[in-house]
T-cell receptor
Framework: KNEVEQSPQNLTAQEGEFITINCSYSVGISALHWLQQHPGGGIVSLFMLSSGKKKHGRLIATINIQEKHSSLHITASHPRDSAVYICAGQGAQKLVFGQGTRLTINP | DTGVSQDPRHKITKRGQNVTFRCDPISEHNRLYWYRQTLGQGPEFLTYFQNEAQLEKSRLLSDRFSAERPKGSFSTLEIQRTEQGDSAMYLC???????????FGSGTRLTVV
């Protein structure tokens, strides 16, 4: 059983919609990363959270330590937001990745 | 510094051949990680280095896999006697010691035919 679980696996929405991707993690995870992966493979780090909430532009990430749950929100979604979004838990020495959420935003 | 660079970007090889990939991390980053990602899945940890020392290896890393970071700078990942199941994206990442800020390379996509 993976220590980091994401949902949904696939998400299709219309431009402008509010997007939420969820991530649950197990004990032993000290921080949570949200990453973006475009076709071709390159991964970009969006956020690292150990508590509370962070915002960057139209992206918002929240984490609830007690419930071991994090969410990534995208406001006013745009087709260029289409990508795979991955949450990854920070273990003692390495990242443990979720399976990713493939997001497609249609114009 | 242009970030983490991986070479080659793509590699097609015949089953049974050996392949070697290279990762050049950000120069100030002491830690270097290798991950493997198969289609539709998140990356899985393979191994990591603190400077030149290989500190942890996943059980995914069979005897056919070996990784080195001889001078604590670039790293190589070699796969001997490749199998079709080795087809995947091999990702490298680096981070400074004491922080959890990672920078990822663009990956090497391996196809074993």
């Amino acid at each position: 059983k993976n220590e980091v679980e994401q949902s949904p696996q696939n998400l299709t929405a219309q431009e402008g919609e509010f997007i939420t991707i969820n991530c649950s993690y197990s004990v032993g995870i000290s921080a949570l990363h949200w990453l973006q992966q475009h076709p071709g493979g390159g991964i970009v780090s969006l956020f690292m959270l150990s508590s509370g909430k962070k915002k960057h532009g139209r992206l918002i990430a929240t984490i609830n330590i007690q419930e071991k749950h994090s969410s990534l929100h995208i406001t006013a979604s745009h087709p260029r937001d289409s990508a795979v979004y991955i949450c990854a838990g920070q273990g003692a020495q390495k990242l443990v990745f979720g399976q990713g959420t493939r997001l497609t935003i249609n114009p | 510094d242009t970030g983490v660079s991986q070479d080659p970007r793509h590699k097609i090889t015949k089953r049974g051949q050996n392949v070697t990939f290279r990762c050049d991390p950000i120069s100030e980053h002491n830690r270097l990680y290798w991950y493997r990602q198969t289609l539709g899945q998140g990356p899985e940890f393979l191994t990591y280095f603190q400077n030149e020392a290989q500190l942890e290896k996943s059980r995914l890393l069979s005897d056919r896999f070996s990784a080195e970071r001889p001078k604590g700078s670039f790293s190589t990942l070699e796969i001997q006697r490749t199998e079709q199941g080795d087809s995947a994206m091999y990702l490298c990442a680096s981070s400074p010691t004491g922080t959890f800020g990672y920078t990822f390379g663009s990956g090497t996509r391996l196809t074993v035919v």
